[in-house]
């Protein structure tokens, strides 16, 4: 599959931001969650049965993106530690066809 049919994913320098941060979160055993697809998630997001939903990734199917409602019953979760996460230049430069 051609480079350039994927260009459209990649961001533009000046769309980058300089102050990402990765954020790690503990959620506790005991809070309720369940495994859906995206479509299962978005129709429960107005209101949720469970605070926690694994939702496969796109980008990497055998991974799981955690989607998190604060508002629902049972949720807890604590902020473990936040760090800077600077974007690696080298995603630039396939944007830039260098």
């Known amino acids: 599959m051609p ?16 102050d990402y941060s990765l954020v790690t979160i503990e959620i506790p ?21 469970v605070p926690v ?9 055998q991974e799981q993106n955690v989607m998190m409602f604060p508002d629902a019953a049972g949720f ?8 800077p996460f600077p974007i690696d230049e080298r995603l630039l430069a396939v944007r830039e066809g260098r």
Do not use: G, N, W
Request: aromatic share 8%; hydrophobic share 45%.
């Open 76 to 83: 807890k979760a604590r902020i473990v530690k936040i760090e």
């Open 29 to 49: 055993d005991t809070v309720s969650f369940r495994k859906a697809s995206a479509e299962q998630t978005r129709a429960a997001s107005r209101k949720p049965d």
């Open 53 to 61: 939903f694994l939702v496969p990734s796109v980008v990497v199917p």
């Open 3 to 18: 480079l350039s049919m994927f260009r459209s994913h990649y961001l533009e320098l000046s769309e980058v931001p300089l």
